[in-house]
């Protein structure tokens, strides 16, 4: 069983940062791939950012290009998604996910496996 645990959500001023932590533990050996989503009051899930586990290939949605950045700490088994000129767009509830197989990295059903999510609320 792969388990993942967010941190790091808040409430930030437009134009401020902050920095997401997702928690790895379990069965991770068949990780594939590793990704977040985020999920705003009364929208659909949508993709953020993802990372191919074997080569490090990066993917980001077109509204945050630029802003954020998706990385991996394999010292803490972590995986972190850096937030700059932060919007209030932007604000949402956070999840991390883990793709244990093949599929879309941008797809929020290629993933098998969710964290409970973390709160991101950016004021204007």
């Known amino acids: 069983q792969v388990q993942l645990v967010e941190s790091g959500g808040g409430l930030v001023q437009a134009g401020g940062s902050l920095k997401l932590a997702c928690s790895v533990s379990?069965?991770?050996?068949?990780?594939?791939?590793m990704a977040w989503f985020r999920q705003a009051p009364g929208k659909e899930r949508e993709f953020v950012a993802s990372?191919?586990?074997?080569?490090?290939?990066?993917y980001y949605a077109n509204s945050v290009k630029g802003r954020f950045t998706i990385s991996r700490d394999s010292a803490k088994n972590t995986v972190n998604l850096q937030m700059n000129s932060l919007k209030p767009e932007d604000t949402a509830v956070y999840y991390c996910?883990?793709?244990?197989?093949?599929?879309?990295?941008?797809?929020?059903?290629?993933?098998?496996?969710w964290g409970q999510g973390t709160q991101v609320t950016v004021s204007s």
């Open positions: 996910a883990v793709m244990l197989g093949m599929g879309s990295l941008v797809a929020a059903s290629s993933y098998d496996k």
């Open positions: 990372f191919r586990w074997n080569d490090g290939t990066t």
């Open positions: 379990g069965r991770t050996f068949s990780r594939t791939a």
